[in-house]
Nanobody, 123 residues
């Protein structure tokens, strides 16, 4: 049974930083991608950052490029999202995901999701 447990969310002021961690258990790493999605109230779920498993390269959505860094440590079974220069528009529930694949166009399907950790950025 795959379990993803996120931690590290919280409330920060504009310009602050947070580090989200995801402890992965029961997952057999394969050729599918891992990373983070987020969802703000009243908005669609958004792909924030992924690690392409076939070559290890990261993907970032445009609004977080240069501010967020995604990484994974397979030995420690962790996926991390470092978030700097946070903005109010980064406020959302952040979800750790594994077993992700591109299914159509830009749409991703992820087989397993964590329960989410809230990030709130205030001015």
């Amino acid at each position: 049974q795959v379990q993803l447990v996120e931690s590290g969310g919280g409330s920060v002021q504009v310009g602050g930083s947070l580090r989200l961690s995801c402890l992965v258990s029961g997952y057999a790493y394969n050729t599918n991608d891992v990373g983070w999605f987020r969802q703000a109230p009243g908005k669609e779920r958004e792909r924030v950052a992924l690690i392409f498993s076939h070559d290890g390269r990261p993907y970032y959505t445009g609004s977080v490029k240069g501010r967020f860094t995604v990484s994974q440590d397979k030995a420690k079974n962790t996926i991390t999202l470092e978030m700097n220069s946070l903005k109010p528009e980064d406020t959302a529930m952040y979800y750790c995901v594994v077993d992700c694949m591109l299914v159509a166009g830009e749409k991703y399907h992820c087989g397993h999701w964590g329960q989410g950790t809230q990030v709130t950025v205030s001015s």
